[in-house]
């Protein structure tokens, strides 16, 4: 069809948009579902199959390593297949990676399916953005955007809440495993109906085109100011600080403050949970008042102390939680405390940063400007998790030494000292005569 006769035929009706946002949303959901669904069942692995942190944390790394890797040809791939084709292709490998997982305890295997999951997860993130701006742009994007980031991470939520409603499962580290591949499943029947109703609607509606992906070419990366990089490094240290903490939180919960899984699933849920609702209120509320960087170096601040009070500060008094599809437990107010607040920061700062890329590079190297945070992101994401399984292994972590948990929780500080200090360096930039409208509600300083 050409461009003409594209023009010529009505956009997607509501209907047609909204059903095209849940497909690819629940597609989501199985992706993030199976990224988390590992955290769960460290502890199982340790125990019933002897892995050591640092083969947890190689496999946790695996994924990361790919992600680098595909990112550099996943736009090729969208592009030349088209969304459609590629979402599904990416969800079937999210598919075989999950059974891959599930199917044995040998070391090399479940690190071979990590790897794969990596394969497949990151361009689908990166596929599903390309379908929501074709189905939603000039109408309501960022909200369709907000509505996707909310279900995928009801999918991480789900994964820890599985410790609830699927507890018999948790007698052995695999049929939690079976039960993501299955979930990932979902993710790819999903994929296959939006195939089947873009392919139905094509010729019927202007789908327009989204933008050509910007590639990501390392040649012109000089040319982003100093604000970008400072988001980059604080993009880069804030999810290399989140992801790690969560793939190990609920072992480490158990281990060192002593829950059963059940309690230490829900307490780990309350991250994605908090995120789940307060991620779109940050949201507006930063349009409306701008101070973005303010915002990032808030978020960066109240960070800071969270790994010291979960490792020295004394539990208090047990409290009381409920949450839907996981029940009720009674958790020490200081670990609730530490997770709500992280959880607000898990809220803030992904609202705000990501967005605020959009400010600050032209918009025809915004898809370049984006895989380049994302391909750093996950270098982070990579190493971290093998310096924390480095510590908790030298340091002879385990329930009769929970003080073995200390270094990592430090090293945690440091990064979060870190995102701090970038934050800093990007409120000073644009407070200053070079700023790019960040402090300003519409991005731009008021005439
Ligand atoms: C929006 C952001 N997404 C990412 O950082 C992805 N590159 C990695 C997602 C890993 C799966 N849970 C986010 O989730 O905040």
């Known amino acids: ?3 003409t006769t594209a023009h010529a035929l009505p956009r997607p009706s509501p209907a047609q948009r909204w ?10 959901f199985g992706n993030y579902y199976v990224y988390d669904a590992f955290g769960p069942v460290v502890d199982l692995l340790r125990e019933q199959e002897g892995f050591s942190y640092d083969q947890i944390s190689m496999i946790f790394s ?5 992600a680098v890797l595909v990112l550099l040809v996943g736009g090729y791939v969208i592009d030349r297949w ?3 084709r590629a979402i599904t292709l990416f969800a079937v490998i999210c598919l075989a990676a999950a059974a891959l997982m599930a199917s044995t305890a040998r070391f090399e295997t479940m690190l071979a399916g990590r790897f794969l999951l990596g394969l497949g997860a990151e361009p689908l993130i990166v596929a599903a953005t390309a379908v929501l701006a074709k189905w939603f742009k000039g109408k309501e994007l960022s909200f369709a955007f907000g509505i996707n980031l909310s279900i995928a991470r009801l999918g991480s939520a789900s994964a820890d809440w599985s410790t609830s409603f699927a507890s018999p499962l948790y007698a052995n580290w695999q049929d939690p495993l079976w039960l993501a591949t299955g979930v990932a499943a979902v993710g790819v029947t999903a994929a296959m109906l939006y ?6 609607l094509e010729g019927r509606v202007n789908l327009g085109q989204a933008d050509a992906t910007d590639r990501l070419e390392l040649k012109g990366m000089y040319a982003f100011s100093a604000s970008y990089w400072y988001i980059v490094g604080l993009c880069v240290v804030f999810y290399a600080t989140v992801f790690p903490f969560r793939a190990f939180a609920i072992d480490y919960f158990q281990q060192a403050h002593g829950l059963d899984r ?5 307490l780990s849920s309350l991250l994605p949970v908090a995120a789940i609702v307060v991620t779109p209120l940050f949201g507006l509320w930063v349009d409306r008042v701008g101070r973005r960087s303010l915002f990032m170096a808030v978020g960066s601040l109240a960070m800071l102390p969270l790994f010291v009070l979960v490792t020295y500060a004394p539990p208090g008094p047990d409290i009381g939680i409920w949450i839907p599809f996981a029940g009720s437990a009674q958790v020490p107010l200081t670990l609730l405390l530490v997770m709500l607040m992280l959880g607000g920061v ?3 700062i992904p609202a705000v940063m990501w967005p605020s ?3 600050i590079v032209r918009e025809n190297r915004l898809g370049a400007a984006y895989s380049m945070m994302t391909l750093c992101q996950q270098i982070g994401v990579a190493l971290v998790p093998l310096a924390v399984g480095r510590f908790n292994t030298a340091f002879a972590a385990g329930p009769g030494n929970p003080a073995g948990y200390a270094p990592g929780m430090w090293f945690y500080t440091a990064l979060a000292g870190l995102g701090l200090a970038f934050s800093w360096l990007l409120w000073r930039a644009e407070s200053g005569p070079g700023a790019h409208g960040l402090e300003y509600s519409s991005g731009r300083k008021p005439e």
């Open 1 to 3: 069809m050409t461009d």
């Open 19 to 28: 059903l095209a946002l849940i497909l690819v949303s629940v597609a989501m």
């Open 62 to 66: 695996a994924y990361s390593v790919a």
């Open 82 to 84: 088209g969304t459609k």
């Open 195 to 200: 195939w089947t109703t873009e392919s139905r």
């Open 262 to 266: 059940e309690t230490a699933g829900m």
């Open 346 to 348: 898990f809220s803030l």
């Open 357 to 359: 890329v959009a400010y």
